[in-house]
């Protein structure tokens, strides 16, 4: 019985939330249709017409700032930086004379980052550097760094280039002479290759440098051995005569050696000298005597 009577209930409450809803979905049909969706239509173009001209008064500001730009950039001669470098983007409530200041203030930094790198040793690689990065101080220390290294390498290079040409020079039978500062062959004036050539001649020079000692050095040999065998001919050979008796040697006649004199060619030494004032002396009055031209350091 209990649940028939409220399952009669349940059909009742039905019946009326049908009954009260009714009027309330007519209503809200209504409402959607002649108020909500007219009202979201005129928001929603209001937006669009809002959007446009905040967007117009944003570009207005973008191009302004821009035109001052490059303006600024043509009155300091530069060439190599755009306004999207900046990254600006104008919004409604930053002035225009904001951005404007801060373009300024940009420019002046890069003027002032050219002005620094004329002041280098290497202003065109720094520059070029500086270009790619805007960043003054990265630029110069990468150029600086990279200049130090090929400075490092160059010495190692021709320190091994001065080094093999020494080799060479001591093969040829030159010695190092302190006091003259050269390669020397048994201290010949004639034949020696100062150091400052050892180090500074192109490959060409010195090679011709060598060839023109070792011609000399043969030169030098081949008359040393000519005079040996000289010697050797000339030795007296004892002659007997009919009677046994010792003959006196006969020699063969040997021809003097032309020697041409060159005059010696003029040398600089720089030298400290540490002695007591009568070696001192000594040594000043033996090189006055000698012609030698000198001068106190």
């Known amino acids: 019985i209990l649940n028939k009577e409220l399952k009669a209930f349940e059909s009742q409450r039905k019946i009326v939330k049908v009954g009260v809803n009714k009027p309330y979905l007519e209503f809200e049909e209504l409402y959607k249709t002649e108020i909500s969706e007219k009202y979201e239509s005129a928001t929603n173009t209001l937006k669009d017409k809002i959007a446009i001209v905040e967007n117009k008064i944003?570009?207005?500001?973008?191009?302004?700032?821009?035109?001052?730009?490059?303006?600024?950039?043509?009155s300091e001669s530069i060439d190599f930086i755009s306004f999207e470098t900046l990254e600006i983007e104008?919004?409604?409530?930053?002035?225009?004379?904001?951005?404007?200041?801060?373009?300024?203030?940009?420019?002046?930094?890069?003027n002032d980052d050219l002005k620094l790198?004329?002041?280098?040793?290497?202003?065109?690689?720094?520059?070029?550097e500086y270009k790619t990065s805007l960043n003054v101080a990265e630029?110069?220390?990468?150029?600086?760094?990279?200049?130090?290294?090929?400075?490092?390498?160059?010495?190692?290079?021709?320190?091994?280039?001065?080094?093999?040409?020494?080799?060479?020079?001591?093969?040829?039978?030159m010695q190092f002479i302190d006091i003259t500062n050269a390669y020397e062959y048994n201290?010949?004036?004639d034949i020696y290759i100062d150091t400052k050539d050892i180090e500074n001649l192109s490959p060409e020079d010195f090679i011709a440098k060598?060839?023109?000692?070792?011609?000399?050095?043969?030169?030098?040999?081949?008359?040393?051995?000519?005079?040996?065998?000289?010697?050797?001919?000339?030795?007296?050979?004892?002659?007997?005569?009919?009677?046994?008796?010792?003959?006196?040697?006969?020699?063969?006649?040997?021809?003097?050696?032309?020697?041409?004199?060159?005059?010696?060619?003029?040398?600089?030494?720089s030298f400290e000298v540490t002695a007591t004032m009568p070696q001192l002396r000594a040594l000043g009055a033996y090189m006055k005597a000698n012609n030698i031209i000198y001068k106190n350091i």
């Open 58 to 74: 944003k570009s207005d500001k973008k191009k302004a700032v821009e035109a001052y730009f490059n303006e600024l950039c043509v």
């Open 90 to 110: 104008p919004n409604l409530s930053t002035t225009e004379k904001k951005y404007k200041e801060q373009v300024y203030e940009y420019i002046s930094k890069v």
């Open 117 to 128: 790198i004329k002041t280098t040793d290497f202003e065109a690689e720094i520059l070029t």
């Open 139 to 173: 630029a110069i220390t990468k150029v600086k760094t990279r200049k130090e290294e090929e400075a490092k390498e160059k010495a190692r290079l021709k320190a091994r280039e001065t080094q093999k040409r020494k080799s060479e020079l001591e093969a040829l039978g």
């Open 187 to 189: 201290f010949n004036p």
């Open 210 to 269: 060598v060839s023109e000692c070792e011609v000399k050095i043969n030169a030098i040999k081949s008359e040393a051995l000519n005079k040996e065998a000289s010697a050797t001919e000339n030795t007296p050979v004892e002659k007997h005569s009919s009677n046994g008796s010792v003959a006196d040697p006969v020699f063969a006649p040997v021809a003097a050696p032309t020697i041409e004199k060159k005059p010696e060619p003029l040398k600089t030494a």
